[in-house]
């Protein structure tokens, strides 16, 4: 099993927005749902954009918390999306690739590994709002929205996400690796779905009036049921930038011949 400092890391990787019964605190300008949905659309729609924030993370009671920041390029390529991350936590840096239905990571002292992108977000638990299906599937699943605030060129939303809501991420996990087609033991899987006993987010996100853009993200989730954890709690700020720029994301060669990861127990 991994170090607590090793799960942080690959808890955070993948950190680049309905059918709610109301949505209370909309105000006449701005309807909460509405501009969520066209975030989505419009985070698709860009070449590409940046991303730069920090987290602080709680791995069981009694645990201190761990720091952590983190950067991103996304490119939304003609072949999907592509992502470049590093998180820095204290002196050890961890560097990250997205590209297609793969998943690449350079651990420190044992160089470039690998694994489908499906199973990597399964075996991680993984909760990030970067990539477009990601973010779509929590407009879909978002409740108590509601308008926080609006200033010129700018409004604020923001919504709750609960267990209904990891159970569905996990089901658009496995469909990732079936697709992948890579031979996953299904007993590890409904591991994997279990063993969570409890989710919860409450996500804050700014929004452009003009350009429906994302510009920052606020996200403070836990879960519950960790394997020799308990309880995660996070705590992440994230700023969105220069979208549409020439970003260009390229796996270095080092990193396609990368080894593949083996299931945690």
């Not at 680049?16 to 749902?33: E, F, W, Y």
């Not at 720091?67 to 998180?87: K, L, S, W, Y």
């Not at 108590?144 to 089901?171: P, Q």
Request: net charge negative; hydrophobic share 40%.
């Amino acid at each position: 099993m991994k170090t607590m400092k090793g799960i942080a890391i690959f808890l955070i990787l993948l950190v680049a927005a309905s059918l709610p019964s109301g949505c209370k605190g909309d105000s006449p300008q701005h309807d909460a749902m509405q501009l969520l949905n066209e975030a989505t659309e419009a985070a698709r729609a860009t070449g590409g954009y940046r991303m730069r924030g920090d987290i602080e993370m709680g791995m069981g009671k009694g645990s201190a918390p761990i720091a952590m920041a983190i950067t991103a390029e996304i490119q939304n390529a003609p072949d999907g999306m592509r992502q470049h991350m590093f998180v820095e936590m204290g002196g050890l840096e961890a560097e990250a690739y997205i590209v297609g239905d793969t998943y690449y990571q350079y651990a420190p002292g044992q160089g470039w590994r690998k694994m489908s992108l499906g199973l990597y977000k399964a075996q991680n638990m993984n909760m990030g709002l970067v990539d477009a299906d990601q973010m779509e599937l929590m407009a879909e699943m978002a409740a108590d929205s509601k308008v926080l605030e609006e200033s010129e060129g700018r409004v604020g939303v923001s919504f709750h996400l609960g267990k209904e809501y990891f159970d569905a991420s996990m089901s658009m996990y496995r469909e990732y690796v079936e697709e992948s087609g890579e031979e996953v033991p299904e007993d590890w899987l409904r591991m994997v779905e279990e063993s969570v006993t409890d989710f919860s987010a409450d996500i804050s996100i700014w929004i452009d009036t003009s350009s429906r853009l994302i510009e920052r993200m606020e996200i403070s989730y836990s879960m519950a049921g960790i394997p020799q954890v308990g309880e995660v709690t996070s705590s992440m700020r994230m700023d969105l930038y220069d979208y549409g720029q020439d970003i260009m994301v390229e796996l270095p060669a080092e990193a396609a011949q990368a080894e593949e990861s083996q299931l945690s127990p």
